[in-house]
Structure formats: C-alpha cells, structure tokens
C-alpha cells in the first residue's frame, strides 16, 4: 500500500512523520501494527522482540536520533526476516546495509554507522514514542515506503 494513496483515502487519519527516514530493506512497501522500544544505544531489546514472532508487526526504536552507534546489523535484520517481521524503523543508525538489502524486510533509519550499540539490558517497551514530528504507541499502524512513513490510530486500506 502506498503512503501516498493512503494519505489521499485517509488524510484525517494518518499522522505523516518528517522526511528524515533513509530505506535499507530489502522491501520498500510496508507496514502493520507496532511494538515500540525506547533505548538509549543498547539494543539489548531489540533482539529480544526480534526473537519473538513478528506476526506482520513493525518494529519502531527510538534510539533518540543518535548518530554515535548502530542498533540495528544484519543479524538483527535476519532474525527479524526469520520470525515474520515486516519491518523495522530505527530512529537512529543500522549497519551491514548489503546484509539489510538483502532481507525480505521493509528497514528505515536515519543513516549507516560501523559501530555496534552496547547490551547492557537497558531500555523501555510497550511505550508510547515521539519523534519526526509523530507520536507512535502501542496497538497504532505504521506504513512506509519511497515517499516516508505515516501512522495511524487503526489499520487502514487504500480504499
């Protein structure tokens, strides 16, 4: 579904987030209701929701726009392919960007970096966030694409 349509069906409904977002997926089309993780560069909880099954959920991290590491690799991004994920939007950096390319998943974030985020068990979720000029919480639908991302209080169709 793209954002743009979707924008046009549903202008009252959808919250468009800045376009600060870069795509590293292998899909660019994707979207589904959110689980939202808080943390402060430690992924630590990102691979704990990317071992469970995504059942078609987005995952959004905000890792505050940091720009000092990458929470997000292409381990991360596999097992998250693996376990039925349809994406994952990191407010923050990711790395292995080829690894990223090459997974059946829909990945935004703010840029690449080398550098790994730290585990020291750290971090909130189930939490509302803010961040790009949105609120996201949980039970929300997130969709993005080519064009940027957009939220919603419910799941939406182009029609």
């Known amino acids: 579904m793209k954002t743009a349509d979707l924008c046009d069906a549903h202008d009252a409904a959808v919250r468009v987030a800045e376009p600060i977002w870069h795509d590293y997926g292998g899909v660019l089309e994707f979207g589904g209701p959110v689980h939202c993780l808080r943390i402060a560069d430690d992924n630590s909880l990102v691979r704990s929701a ?3 099954p995504g059942e078609g ?3 959004i991290v905000d890792n505050a726009g940091s720009v000092r590491c990458a929470v997000v690799g292409g381990n991360l991004a596999k097992l998250g392919e693996a376990n039925g994920w349809a994406g994952i939007v990191v407010h923050g950096c990711i790395r292995d960007r080829e690894e990223i390319a090459a997974c059946r998943l829909g990945v935004k974030a703010l840029a690449t970096h080398p550098s790994r985020g730290e585990k020291r068990g750290e971090g909130e979720a189930g939490v509302a966030l803010a ?6 919480a949980p039970g929300e639908h997130v969709y993005g694409d080519e064009d940027g991302l957009i939220v919603s209080a419910t799941a939406l169709s182009p029609n």
């Open 57 to 59: 959920r987005v995952l």
């Open 131 to 136: 961040f790009a000029g949105v609120r996201v």
């Open 50 to 52: 990317l071992e469970e």
